[in-house]
């Protein structure tokens, strides 16, 4: 680990104000993926402001919606009874990731700004674009079971690790931010980035810009949703496959509207916008959430290893939304 300074802040326009006058800086929450970055030397910052202090309120709006603090507990925000009761998918996910022990250190906004868990990427004796931009990828060649089908690239194959995200993606989360620019809002959905042919610009952050909230706007058929992870093991692994989605289903029968996101797949959160406009107006059974899950997957590329993910994806997406229309899928 290279030497840096330590600051800690207040609020976040002084964090704003650390981090900008420092060389290389980086917020520290929870530590449970910069530290680890840092020992790898993957991440060198010369300056780390500790932001822990800043804001870890979870405000319940008399709209239905929520205004997360970027400082809150992974676990604070699972527990949380408005969490549970009127978003469980995203209750679940947070659950879903991680031990225990790493949900009490993590924080909100540490955990949309995780980085990926593919392997060549901390494996400095591997080819990594997102390491060392134009390196290569040793991943496209090598063993690449946990990578992506959708959404990749010639330059990184490497897939989003958190399970808070999905489920963020699925509600039409906006990520509250600010720095030296000021203040403004951004879609979760597109704050992740593709790799295209930059893999190592991951986010839509700014230099020095901080999430200071998240917001989650109010989605009243929220209350049925679900979140499930496919893994190798049922603790402490990331997703092969998962799917957090919310259902509405109208009086006539027939589905009013839908959430879906899928998680394992891509290099950011995937929201799957083609199977939930197939899905609206449509019957709830099991054959038309696997249509709907063909269109979604229809530009699906698989490598050697991990072309089981397509199936995969296509029988999670129609157990979780027949669980929720109330049958077996």
Not at 9 to 26: E, M, N
Not at 45 to 53: E, I, R
Not at 116 to 125: G, I, Q, V
Not at 151 to 157: D, K, T
Request: proline share 5%; hydrophobic share 45%.
């Amino acid at each position: 680990m290279t030497p840096f300074t330590f600051a800690r802040a207040d609020d976040h326009a002084a964090a704003i104000h650390l981090a900008a006058a420092g060389v290389g800086a980086k917020y520290l929450g929870g530590g449970t993926n910069l530290v680890d970055l840092m020992r790898e030397t993957i991440e060198q910052p010369a300056t780390l402001v500790d932001v822990t202090g800043l804001s870890n309120a979870i405000e319940a709006r008399g709209d239905g919606s929520l205004l997360i603090g970027g400082a809150v507990k992974n676990t604070a925000l699972a527990e949380d009874r408005n969490v549970r009761r009127d978003f469980p998918l995203l209750a679940r996910a947070i659950l879903g990731g991680a031990s225990g022990q790493i949900r009490n250190m993590a924080t909100v906004a540490g955990n949309i700004l995780q980085r990926t868990r593919c392997t060549y990427f901390y494996d400095d004796a591997a080819r990594c674009n997102k390491r060392a931009a134009h390196a290569g990828c040793d991943a496209i060649d090598g063993f690449n079971r946990i990578h992506a089908i959708l959404g990749a690239s010639p330059a990184c194959v490497a897939t989003h690790p958190s399970d808070m995200c999905v489920a963020l993606a699925a509600l039409d989360a906006i990520v509250h931010l600010d720095g030296p620019e000021g203040a403004r809002t951004v879609p979760l959905v597109d704050f992740h980035r593709l790799p295209g042919g930059r893999p190592e610009i991951e986010t839509d952050l700014r230099p020095n810009e901080l999430i200071v909230a998240v917001e989650v706007p109010a989605l009243p058929f929220a209350r049925n949703s679900a979140y499930r992870k496919v893994r190798d093991r049922a603790s402490y692994a990331f997703a092969l496959v998962a799917v957090a989605a919310a259902l509405d289903v109208a009086d006539d029968g027939t589905i009013r509207d839908v959430r879906l996101a899928l998680g394992g797949v891509a290099h950011k959160p995937w929201r799957a916008r083609k199977a939930e406009e197939a899905l609206r107006g449509q019957r709830p059974n099991e054959a038309g959430f696997r249509a709907a899950a063909e269109v979604e997957l229809a530009e699906a590329t698989p490598l050697r290893d991990n072309g089981f993910k397509i199936e995969l994806a296509r029988r999670t997406i129609a157990a979780v939304l027949g669980e929720l229309a109330g049958e077996r899928a």
